[in-house]
């Protein structure tokens, strides 16, 4: 195999051991090839894996992941913008029925919420149903990956670290296929844009698992939404019960050209519907990314 791999993890990494991360991504992918009787014949070191978790934690205002869910699930000394950003995601989370709607109207019933969803009482209102009818999926998992989105799409100093390390990832004189995940998917689709990267990034496939690009929140605070010129092809998978990747890639979504490859029947069967392994484990996501490597 010519080209290599880079794997771009999600959130919730920080203090963990990266080589150990590392293997499980590719433990992963292995058991999603065995399902088709596939090996990833691909030596280790053109397995790429930039390692941000500990830096994004340390850089998010200092603060351990448990402060920062009380930070933002309690609405305490949050900006205006973050607020802004963090009810946004909510309101489009409820409009993609990842909520059940009875729920949310027992819950918001007598609040003053004429002016929409830019209402904290309303966003503890919502934060108490998730809590309630989203299996696997907790309150303070969505604040802290919110948080964590707005600290990279508002913070420069941030997103330059971030961006750096994903680069580096990349071999000279070889391609690669990037597979990225939750707010991995934003940190690669950033890099992948940057008109400086794109003459020495060269990318068969890309591809985005649980993504929450489509998210508008998300999209306005990225560069023009089009199709890296870098990527020859861009393939998008995610579980419909995914409350972080809440819409596909899809023209209504993200109107790019060409248009992006989506794959919406994943059956995630961790506990939240976004797990990594549950994706890489996928028998059609591991063959996408087995036939990018080995293709001539």
Excluded: C
Excluded at 141 to 163: C, G, K, W
Aim: no cysteine; proline share 5%.
């Amino acid at each position: 195999m010519n080209r290599h791999l880079i794997f771009v993890h999600g959130r919730a990494q920080h203090q963990k051991d990266s080589l150990a991360l590392k293997n499980e991504w590719i433990d992963s992918l292995k058991a999603g090839l065995a399902k088709s009787g596939l090996t990833l014949a691909l030596p280790d070191e053109r397995i790429r894996f930039p390692y941000y978790g500990d830096t994004l934690d340390q850089m998010a205002h200092g603060l351990s992941s448990n402060d920062a869910a009380d930070v933002v699930v309690r609405g305490l000394d949050l900006s205006a913008s973050e607020e802004e950003f963090f009810e946004a995601y909510l309101a489009e989370m409820v409009s993609a029925g990842k909520l059940s709607q009875a729920e949310i109207e027992a819950a918001t019933r007598g609040l003053d919420i004429r002016r929409g969803p830019l209402n904290w009482g309303w966003v503890q209102a919502i934060l108490s149903v998730l809590d309630k009818t989203a299996p696997g999926v907790s309150a303070a998992s969505v604040a802290l990956f919110t948080n964590d989105v707005y600290q990279y799409l508002h913070q420069t100093p941030f997103r330059i670290e971030m961006d750096k390390g994903v680069r580096s990832a990349f071999l000279p004189d070889s391609e690669a296929v990037v597979v990225s995940h939750s707010l991995g998917t934003v940190i690669a689709y950033n890099v992948l844009s940057n008109d400086d990267a794109a003459p020495a990034l060269r990318v068969p496939l890309f591809v985005t698992l649980g993504s929450p690009l489509a998210v508008s929140a998300v999209k306005a605070r990225l560069p023009p939404v089009a199709h890296p010129k870098n990527v020859d092809h861009w393939y998008n998978a995610m579980d419909k019960r995914d409350v972080v990747s809440l819409f596909p890639l899809t023209s209504d979504h993200f109107a790019v050209f060409p248009q992006v490859e989506n794959n919406t029947g994943v059956n995630n069967p961790t506990a939240n519907h976004h797990g990594i392994s549950g994706y890489l484990e996928d028998q059609h996501v591991a063959r996408r990314i087995y036939n990018a490597l080995v293709a001539p």
